[in-house]
């Protein structure tokens, strides 16, 4: 696609049901990024990919959160056992990354409501 | 880690004035600060980036200053218009080998009063 996409765009479950979170970065990015915005605040980041390592994990509030990223392309988001606290709008970025820092594009995210 | 600072959190401007939000940051090997803009119910755009090696970058009416030596940057908006408002979010990354993180000020909330 032409795009980062992310699915689902909504997504409403019950406190303590596991949920997953997917996200197609732009074909040929090496980058990849996750971040969560709680309603009106800022871009909090959870992990960073490149390729499929993460070198960067250290945004995971909790060990309920995961993330894993196959084929250098395709990321997954896992949340166990959800809390009301972990509902927000989870945003994926991609970027072609290079030494000289390059856009990273963003999806619209995933609004997620814990009930 | 990386830790980027972004003030004010709210601005309210007259059409046709400017606007400058500020951000600061701690890592002094980051090389690389975009600007990002995001209209409500949808994900963050970039507007306009600027990396280590200069010091000013212009587009229209967007212009981004960096001072390394004192690690803060700024965003400069002139002759606002009403579609300019919108939430701002600084950046700030450490790009070159298994580097590239990206890590966001907290925003800035931009009103632009006709």
């Known amino acids: 696609g032409a795009g980062v996409s992310q699915s689902p765009s909504n997504k409403v479950t019950e406190k303590g049901k596991d949920v997953e979170l997917r996200c197609d970065p732009i074909s040929g990015h090496t980058a990849l990024y996750w971040y969560r915005q709680s309603l009106g605040q800022g871009l909090e980041f959870l992990i960073y990919?490149?390729?499929?390592?993460?070198?960067?994990k250290s945004g995971l509030p909790s060990d309920r959160f995961s993330a894993e990223r196959t084929g250098g392309s395709v990321s997954t988001l896992t949340i166990q056992r959800t809390q009301q606290e972990d509902s927000a709008v989870y945003l994926c970025?991609?970027?072609?990354?290079?030494?000289?820092?390059?856009?990273?594009?963003f999806g619209q995210g995933t609004r997620l409501t814990v009930v | 880690g990386e830790n980027v600072e972004q003030h004010p959190s709210t601005l309210s401007v007259q059409e046709g004035d400017s606007a400058v939000i500020k951000c600061t940051y701690s890592?002094?090997?980051?090389?690389?600060f975009p600007w990002y803009k995001q209209e409500l119910g949808k994900g963050p755009q970039l507007i306009i980036d600027?990396?280590?090696?200069?010091g000013e970058k212009k587009d229209q009416r967007i212009a981004v200053t960096l001072n390394k030596t004192a690690k803060h940057f700024s965003l400069h908006i002139t002759e606002t218009q009403p579609e300019d408002s919108a939430v701002y979010f600084c950046?700030?990354?450490?790009?070159?080998?298994?580097?590239?993180?990206?890590?966001f000020g907290k925003g800035t909330k931009l009103s632009v009063k006709p």
């Open positions: 890592d002094s090997a980051s090389n690389y």
């Open positions: 950046a700030a990354s450490r790009y070159g080998g298994s580097q590239g993180n990206l890590i």
């Open positions: 990919f490149q390729g499929n390592s993460a070198p960067d």
């Open positions: 600027i990396r280590s090696n200069v």
């Open positions: 970025a991609s970027s072609a990354q290079t030494a000289l820092g390059t856009e990273a594009f």
